[in-house]
Antibody, heavy 123, light 109 residues
């Protein structure tokens, strides 16, 4: 059974950083990508970025470029999303998801999701 | 960055009715489009990938169509559990950024 388990809720001060983890069981990262998605309170889903271990490449949404870092440790099957220079607008629920290899013509999408990690940024 | 536009913003329907949701891309994305369902307090759920393929375990009442810039998600016979927010998502031109649409809320009339 494929499962993604994320780290617990975080309360951070404005200007600080947060690092959220996503541990996979039942699947190896090497054959997939890991995406991160955010939902701020009352807002829609927002794609943060993705890391593809096969290529060692991360790509990010323009608004997170330079501020987010997505990595993966294949030895522990754990992915990480770090976000710097936090503001109150970064408050929300962050999800990791197993994703298909982005270069493949057929891609099965973000089909397995973590439970979400709530990040609260206080000003 | 490719922009996705969804319409309508809200769709008010009764159980048993047909829901038709639209998603339009700012440029051609071939069939690199997926649909997700989101309910409060739950993780998103993949419904459709590559424009028209149902994900594992998704009921046949959900169907997707389209290519290029115009896409449609159809729910043929709304069940009570289908009232939720639906998002389209594009994954073209990697490693360019991927994007979600703003969502369509399907609520009870």
């Amino acid at each position: 059974q494929v499962q993604l388990v994320q780290s617990g809720a975080e309360v951070k001060e404005s200007g600080s950083s947060v690092k959220v983890s996503c541990k996979a069981s039942g699947v190896t990262f090497s054959s997939h990508a890991i995406s991160w998605v955010r939902q701020a309170p009352g807002q829609g889903l927002e794609w943060v970025g993705q890391f593809t271990p096969m290529f060692g490449i991360a790509n990010y949404a323009q608004k997170f470029q330079g501020r987010a870092t997505i990595t993966a440790d294949e030895s522990t099957n754990t992915a990480y999303m770090e976000l710097n220079s936090l503001t109150s607008e970064d408050s929300g629920v962050y999800y990791c998801a197993r994703d298909g290899i982005p270069t493949e013509r057929q891609n099965f999408g973000m089909d397995v999701w973590g439970q979400g990690t709530t990040v609260i940024v206080s000003s | 960055e490719i922009v996705l536009t969804q319409s309508p913003a809200t769709l008010s329907l009764s159980p048993g009715e047909r829901a038709t949701l639209s998603c339009r891309a700012s440029q051609s994305i071939s069939t690199y489009l997926a649909w997700y369902q989101k309910k409060p307090g739950q993780a998103p759920r993949l419904l459709i990938y590559d424009a028209s393929n149902r994900a594992t375990g998704i009921p046949a009442r959900f169907s997707g169509s389209g290519s290029g810039t115009d896409f449609t998600l159809t729910i043929s016979n709304l069940e009570p559990e289908d009232f939720a927010v639906y998002y389209c998502y594009q994954r073209t031109n990697w490693p360019s950024p991927f994007t979600f649409g703003p969502g369509t809320k399907v609520d009870v009339k």
